[in-house]
DNA sequence: GGATGTGAATGTCTTCACAGCT
DNA sequence: AGCTGTGAAGACATTCACATCC
């Protein structure tokens, strides 16, 4: 398989997500220029995209929409389940255990960790708040394949080299630095002040 | 000035939060190595990404920091502050209504809406949550430079209908909705759930 | 007829490499 | 000598346009 771009794999995401619309009215094929209408793209896009994978439409019809749902939920490795740990649980991190729409994706909140004793033991959503200490006797126990670090800045470097000692493969980060991890370990971050100096930028340089 | 990429404007936010800390140790030059590598970067996509905007450093000494932070702000329109507002009083835009980060930038969260009656009246941290139908007739009176979209997916368009109308020129979209503005608005969005879905895709694919 | 799939062309971003200052 | 600033090269991503197939 040809590597494909970042941003090619966000808009599979996208895709997908307008498939299961779709799906749920019933509508049984989809050309790539109403999903590309759907997602601010191109149809020349839609088919770049997708036929990186291979060829599921039909031509002079479009797209069956099950399929390709189904076709999509299995390249983006939707068809199984994650355990997602969170380590900090402070305003983002508590947003995140309680968001409903990771668990819809297939990615549930398996355990939510802080540092601060004032905040362990609080319960939320039925997630009991845990000691950031017992963190790697724990997943050595309860294995799970995404964190999440929503720490301080300052605790993230090292909360992280702790999760990848654990073997954590994949990290999705919200704190506002850089995370060094090793090759094999992937790394995405939001970075949410960014992006609203991003919007600052643009309304300063329209 | 030439157009600059979105993800340059990305690093200038980092390279400008690199800055300050360096700033605040008291360190007066910085070479575009250091910042390169405290950004996950390379010195050439440094030197590039500043020399879009003028020439800040001196040769074989590096750039200056506090000048060159000075500047970084100006660029990013970082030296005023913004009002923000926040529409879905959820999950996320609780979280987001009382995150420090953003009120260090200048970004003043300024009113939270929502349409729920069960919100409506509540206070966070000194916010109390208006009720969306008095949206228009609000941003008359107090005009605000920035809005955060955390409504739940089928509310998004209708929302961004309705902040555009009453004048907002720049959206941060935290719905899993691509939102139809018209030319000279912008948006950027944020999908937690499409970083999973990208971590979940290389994982699979490692 | 109508929409896909895809090479080729175009456009954009990143990296290289070195001349030019300090 | 050291590090910036920047054209040129290279890599990558998007758009075009059309042959291909249902």
Do not use: C
Not at 2 to 8: G, I, K, P, Q, Y
Not at 73 to 102: E, H, T
Not at 129 to 151: N, W
């Amino acid at each position: 398989m040809r590597r494909v771009s970042e941003s090619a794999v966000r808009r599979l995401s996208l895709y997908l997500r307008f498939l299961e619309e779709f799906e749920a009215k019933g509508i049984e094929t989809v050309s790539s220029e109403a999903l590309a209408a759907r997602g601010g793209t191109t149809s020349a896009q839609v088919r770049k995209d997708l036929s990186f994978f291979g060829s599921f439409g039909k031509r002079g019809l479009g797209y069956p929409v099950r399929d390709l749902a189904r076709r999509l939920r299995d390249i983006l490795g939707l068809k199984r389940s994650y355990r997602v740990v969170i380590v900090g649980a402070g305003k983002i991190g508590s947003a995140l255990a309680q968001y409903r729409g990771f668990g819809q994706r297939g990615f549930h909140i398996a355990a939510v960790y802080d540092s601060d004793p004032a905040k362990v033991g609080l319960e939320w959503d039925g997630q009991v708040v845990r000691d950031v200490s017992h963190l790697e006797r724990d997943l050595e126990r309860e294995p799970m394949d995404i964190a999440i670090v929503s720490t301080p800045a300052g605790a993230a470097q090292e909360v992280t080299d702790r999760l990848v000692r654990a073997g954590i493969k994949a990290i999705l980060n919200f704190a506002p630095v850089h995370l060094r991890v090793p090759p094999g370990v992937i790394v995405r971050n939001v970075n949410m002040a960014l992006e609203l100096e991003a919007l600052s930028y643009a309304l300063r340089n329209r």
